[in-house]
């Protein structure tokens, strides 16, 4: 058995692990792209709400009404301010998977490099031993001749 051959399962190994960590950075980036979404529809909620128009029916609103409107406002902004948290969580968790990812990938390559090497090397050795036979065989014929 090659060298080449002994370490193929140790280059599956590498191409799994890097493919898995492909995978967690797929799966990290969805989560991002939902957590931002959520981060923009209750921003554009918190908009919209502040911005309706006052009742025209109504002639005045209350002292309360108007402590319900700010204590809502003030709910919608603690809200947006987790969510806000929660995204950057969600960046900070890609970057690590993406870093992972990367080093990952390097390993691969260097592996993959390796094992290269390894065939460039016994394919030269193979040609040797190739070229030294063939060397042998045309001395005998040469002495059978003279």
């Not at 051959?5 to 939902?34: I, M, N, T």
């Not at 700010?70 to 603690?78: A, K």
């Not at 090497?117 to 016994?122: A, D, L, M, T």
């Amino acid at each position: 058995m090659t060298r080449t051959q002994k370490l193929q399962p140790v280059v599956k190994h590498v191409d799994s692990k890097q493919q898995l960590a492909l995978q967690a950075v797929a799966f990290s980036r969805q989560q991002l792209e939902q957590q931002q979404a959520r981060l923009e529809q209750l921003i554009v909620y918190k908009d919209e709400y502040a911005n309706q128009p006052l009742n025209p029916q109504a002639a005045s609103y209350s002292a309360v009404q108007f402590q319900e409107f700010n204590r809502f406002l003030t709910q919608l902004d603690d809200t947006i301010k987790r969510q806000q948290q929660v995204v950057a969580l969600a960046q900070r968790e890609l970057e690590i998977k993406r870093q992972k990812w990367q080093l990952s990938r390097s390993r691969s390559d260097a592996m993959h490099k390796v094992v290269d090497r390894i065939q460039v090397n016994e394919l030269k050795q193979a040609e040797k031993v190739e070229q030294k036979v063939m060397d042998e065989v045309a001395l005998r014929s040469f002495l059978k001749n003279n």
